[in-house]
């Protein structure tokens, strides 16, 4: 179903207008020269990590342990995550690397027929 000129103006004025005031929210609250209170300081700390636990559990969930070619990639891929996370200290190299050896795996490597 095609949308209107009208209608895809309309969410994309939304979404920018959503954009903007997310990003200037904590400009707001705490402008510069003010102290960021404790708990804000501690969320950011534990929030990431925990979120990409809660990443890693939502994508491993589904794994099956009924044949290897259907643990085996992941497992490959999430141990490569791993060491090259902790050697290059890098996200974005880590999570590519891992997410195109992953495809690489499961596509060439170990395809279930």
């Excluded at 997310?22 to 929030?47: A, D, M, N, S, W």
């Amino acid at each position: 179903m095609p949308i209107s000129v009208w209608r895809s103006i309309a969410i994309i004025i939304a979404v920018a207008v959503t954009i903007f005031f997310t990003r200037l929210i904590p400009f707001l609250f705490f402008p510069k020269g003010k102290e960021v209170p404790p708990v804000i300081q501690y969320l950011g700390k534990v929030l990431p990590p925990a979120v990409i636990g809660m990443l890693v559990i939502y994508c491993l969930k589904g794994v099956s342990f009924a044949s290897v070619s259907h643990w085996v990639p992941e497992f490959i891929a999430v141990a490569v995550v791993i060491v090259l996370h902790v050697w290059k200290r890098n996200n974005l190299l880590s999570i590519g690397v891992g997410t195109v050896l992953y495809m690489f795996l499961v596509q060439v490597v170990f395809v279930v027929v």
